[in-house]
């Protein structure tokens, strides 16, 4: 019996040791197969978005199209309108990357500034990014055409609280094309600097260049503040002049003079001075947002404009105008489903010169306007958003009070008040 005890105990080391050994019936584990590579177009980000309104301006102007206002810029005919189509492409720099976004339809008129003339209006943005330092890195370039870092209202509507676009960001620039460095200097402070062309310009219609610098704050995830300057000369430093048969140009009379047996020609002529200092524009934009519950949330932005305008052929003396802006904006969100929003706007325009461009876009000295936007916002799904907006544009002063009639009221007629209900509706893959 004990050596039959022994002989079993003998024979169980033995089985442990070979069961233990390399190579026993115990296959070891395969090792785990690597995840599998990232396709390089996998990393491409695509959007789309249909956006359309139908609108009641109870002026009723002649014709239709095209007569909602001139503080308008989004809805700008009565009745049923297509607003416009998006295609928007981004690829994440990785460390380089780029961003293409199109739009095509009627609001591309009013967003494309100089670009309607280059055929570039139906490019909202296309510009390729950097960062030298990875996705962790503090500095971030862009270099190309990109959307305004002053403001808080978007051209597209979504991201916006009312459907309508206020009149103030028609008086910032929509876009501006050139380099814009992003450089992150705490976790609550940013610096954005910008070399661009100026204002809506693509291809710049002087030598001279604008310089931006925007200081961001975000103390906490409730509340960020933006300070911001933008200077530049905005306009065109040589002008086209047409002199008739018989004439010429002389640059001591500033314009065509007698000049018999000369054929009709055209003169390239230098505008002298207006990329100096003291013809710049000069735009100082601060934004305040604070979201001070999960549900409502409120903005606030002021704009002051000046600018030393030289207008005509050759022009040695400079007028100034100036804008001084403020809106606020303020939204709640009462479901998942449904919100209400409201916004304000005040800018007065002064100075010397009457010029219906840049800041100045309804040409009248002196005007002040004013305008409120009431909003109903219902979200059935995350892909359709229907935005009520009834909303009223005031023209409350100016320097003669028939200048203050600015809107069209039937087929001749004009008021100094304009109100309009519109029903704005996006379906977006956003």
């Not at 197969?33 to 990232?38: F, G, I």
């Not at 994440?92 to 003339?117: H, K, M, S």
């Not at 007028?319 to 304000?344: C, I, P």
Request: net charge negative; glycine share 10%.
């Amino acid at each position: 019996m004990k050596m039959f005890r022994l002989g079993f105990l003998f024979s169980a080391c033995c089985a442990s040791q070979l069961l233990l050994a390399p190579g026993a019936a115990a296959h070891p584990s395969a090792p785990e197969a690597p995840p599998p590579l990232e396709r390089w177009y996998d990393a491409f980000e695509f959007g789309a978005f249909a956006d359309a309104y139908a609108s009641v301006n109870y002026n009723f102007p002649k014709p239709h199209t095209g007569t909602n206002g001139r503080t308008r810029t989004s809805d700008t005919s009565n009745g049923l309108a297509l607003r416009w189509l998006g295609l928007d492409i981004h690829y994440p720099a990785q460390p380089v990357g780029g961003t293409i976004n199109l739009r095509f339809g009627p609001a591309v008129v009013a967003y494309g500034g100089t670009d309607t003339a280059h055929n570039l209006e139906y490019v909202r943005e296309a510009f390729a990014t950097w960062k030298p330092g990875g996705q962790d890195g503090f500095l971030t370039l862009d270099f190309g055409k990109f959307q305004t870092i002053y403001g808080w209202e978007s051209t597209d509507s979504q991201p916006n609280m009312n459907y309508t676009v206020g009149y103030i960001p028609a008086i910032q620039p929509f876009f501006h094309t050139g380099l814009r460095a992003g450089l992150k200097l705490s976790d609550h402070f940013a610096l954005t600097a910008l070399i661009v062309n100026g204002w809506d310009n693509s291809v710049d219609n002087n030598v001279g260049k604008s310089f931006g610098l925007q200081l961001g704050w975000r103390p906490s995830d409730k509340f960020n503040a933006t300070l911001g300057y933008l200077g530049g000369p905005e306009q065109s430093d040589s002008v086209t002049v047409n002199c008739a048969a018989g004439t010429a140009y002389d640059p001591a009379q500033a314009g065509c003079a007698a000049s018999p047996g000369v054929d009709a020609s055209e003169y390239e002529v230098d505008r002298g001075g207006a990329n100096e200092f003291e013809a710049w524009r000069h735009l100082v934009d601060f934004v305040a947002t604070w979201q001070a519950t999960d549900r409502f949330n409120m903005v606030l932005n002021g704009d002051f404009i000046a600018e030393g305008v030289r207008d005509g052929t050759v022009v040695t003396d400079v007028k100034n105008q100036t804008v001084m802006t403020a809106s606020l904006g303020a939204r709640y969100q009462l479901t998942e489903v449904w919100a209400l929003a409201a916004r304000g706007e005040y800018a007065a325009h002064s100075g010397d010169e009457i010029k219906t461009s840049g800041s100045y876009p309804l040409g009248t000295r002196g005007l002040s306007v004013a305008t409120g936007t009431f909003t109903i916002e219902a979200m059935p799904t995350e892909n359709l958003i229907l935005r009520l907006d009834t909303r009223g544009d005031f023209a409350l002063a100016a320097d003669n009070d028939d200048e203050k009639e600015i809107f069209q009221k039937d087929l001749r007629d004009t008021s100094s008040t304009l109100f309009t209900s519109t029903l704005g509706v996006i379906v977006t893959t956003n």
